[in-house]
C-alpha cells in the first residue's frame, strides 16, 4: 500500500501531535525555610543569686558560678549568656564595658538599635540593643539597680553569622530575652 502525499502528511502532523502534547517543563519557584517554633510559655526563674527572672519554658539553663547562666536553646543552636557582677562603686566601668562589647560588633553590624529600659517600680535600669547585619550576636542588654547589681546578657548562635538565615530564630530568641530583661527582678 502506498500513501499519498495528503496521507503522509496526516500521519506526520498527528505523530508530532502525540509526541508534543505533553506538558512543558517549567523551572520550581524559589522556596524559602519555613521554621516554625511553639509560641512561647514562660515560667518565673528563681535560684540563689539575687535576681529573678522569667524565661521560655523550652529554653534550657544552666547556672555556673558567681551567678552567671547560660539559657540553651537546643532546636536553634543558640545560647543566651548572662553575666552577673556586683557594683563595687565601679558602674562607670561596668557600663562603659558592656555598650564597649556591644560595640565591638559595629564592623560586621548594619546598624545597632538602643532601647532603653527603665523601671523605677522595680529599680530596673538597662538597654536593650538589637544588632543588624551578620555580627556574631544579634541581641544583648544590660540591666542595674545603679548601686548593687549588674546583669548582662547576650545571644550568640553556633552557626556562620549570616542573618538572613537566622532571622527567625534570631527573631524569637531577641522577644525571649526582652522578656528576661523585663522580668528581671531585684531580691
Known amino acids: 500500500m ?24 517549567l523551572p520550581k519557584p524559589s522556596s524559602y525555610l519555613r521554621l516554625d517554633y511553639p ?22 539553663i544552666k547556672g555556673e558560678k558567681d551567678c552567671g547562666f547560660t539559657i540553651t536553646y537546643p532546636k536553634m543552636k543558640a ?8 557594683v563595687n562603686n565601679d558602674i562607670e566601668k561596668l557600663l562603659s ?6 560595640y565591638e560588633h559595629v564592623i ?4 545597632i538599635l538602643e532601647q532603653p529600659y527603665l523601671n523605677p517600680s522595680k529599680k530596673v535600669y538597662g ?3 538589637q544588632v543588624d ?11 542595674t ?13 553556633y552557626a556562620k553569622p549570616n542573618f538572613d538565615s537566622i532571622m527567625p530564630a534570631a527573631s524569637y530568641v531577641k522577644n525571649d530575652m526582652q522578656r528576661l530583661m523585663e522580668t528581671l527582678k531585684w531580691k
Open 97 to 102: 564595658d558592656a555598650q564597649k562589647l556591644t
Open 108 to 111: 560586621k553590624a548594619d546598624d
Open 127 to 129: 538597654m536593650f540593643y
Open 145 to 157: 539597680d545603679s548601686t548593687k547589681h549588674f546583669v548582662t546578657g547576650s545571644v550568640y548562635f
Open 133 to 143: 547585619g551578620n555580627a556574631a550576636t544579634n541581641s544583648q542588654f544590660y540591666v
Open 2 to 25: 502506498k500513501l499519498t502525499y495528503t496521507q503522509r502528511f496526516i500521519i506526520i502532523i498527528i505523530l508530532v501531535s502525540i509526541v508534543s502534547c505533553k506538558d512543558a517543563v
Open 39 to 60: 509560641e512561647a510559655e514562660y515560667a518565673n526563674f528563681e535560684s540563689k543569686c539575687p535576681f529573678t527572672f522569667e524565661m521560655n519554658s523550652e529554653a534550657v
Open 79 to 86: 545560647t543566651i549568656y548572662l553575666t552577673y557582677k556586683p
